[in-house]
């Protein structure tokens, strides 16, 4: 495993497929992920309004567009909103609900939430030229749960809720079956069943009010190991989604059994990481540690060291069963 910055480009280099990790990763964790609220935004004080405003955004945009591509990406073609029995303003509304900021406390101490409409919209934008760059992996076959049921397996990610209301996202790396993933599905299937997994999050009404906890064991995995158990630009694209496209508030993110090499990879890239994202990633030594944050109920069975109690998985109870 490589002790130095030097070693670890090297590696990284030497198991490239074209992609330069250490600037992706710059780029997607130099951004502020809860997005950033200028002057001159537009504010509403309710979500009926800043509907109707957000959609005179998106025309307007479709009005000043010069290429047909860029009016296009407003379709919204590979949205995958219909499996999940929602329509195409509740996918504006997940928007307009994470661009929420605080006004000013009154004199009970308690403060009022308005819509930066704005926000909303400059992350909806991204979003749509995400999807849209998607070309036909998620629409050839429709994104649909039965599609992405056998390689959502293959990656074993869970979710709950914990004590504070928040949706936990737990992946284990230490459960996947890399097998599967690395012989007998292709990229573009780990891209659907991510992309599929991501928007069940991102309607889900826990992590629209309350924000997302993401829970990570690394499993002390070697770098190399790690970085080809998909391509590094499937990597890189997946990541993006979920921290700098996607309306999710991401309230903390906790790893553990963290192998060498990714200290040293924070350590060439910290400088350039957000103080946002520094202030949310904690290193866990002590398995217990995740009871006393998130509480015991809310841990899958056999999840990493840790017994845990909750055996039935809302995903899978509510698409797979």
Known sequence: EPISAKELVSSLNEHSDGTNIVKESINILS?????????????????ENALIVLKELIELNKTEAKKEKMKKRWDFRTSPHEQFGKEIDDTFMAFLLWSRVSTDEDDTGSSEKAINVSKAFRRLESYADWMDQTGDDLTTPQLT????????????MRVSTDNQGRLVWWVDFDAFDLKKIKEEMQPEDSLRAFVW???YIMYNKNAQENGLVFVENLAYMGMV?????????????VDRLTIGVLPIKMNAYYILEVPTWVNVFMKLIGVFVSKQIM???VYLKEWDKLEDLLGKDCIPTGFGKLAGSLKVDPVVEKYFT
Request: aromatic share 6%; proline share 6%.
């Open 31 to 47: 951004s502020n992920p809860d997005g950033l609220n200028k002057k001159g935004d537009l504010m509403s004080d309710t979500t």
């Open 145 to 156: 749960p039965a599609s992405v049921q056998s390689n959502l397996e293959a990656w074993a």
């Open 197 to 199: 997994y991501a928007h």
């Open 225 to 237: 190991k790690c970085f080809t158990i998909v391509p590094l630009k499937l990597s890189a694209k």
């Open 279 to 281: 202030e949310r990633l």
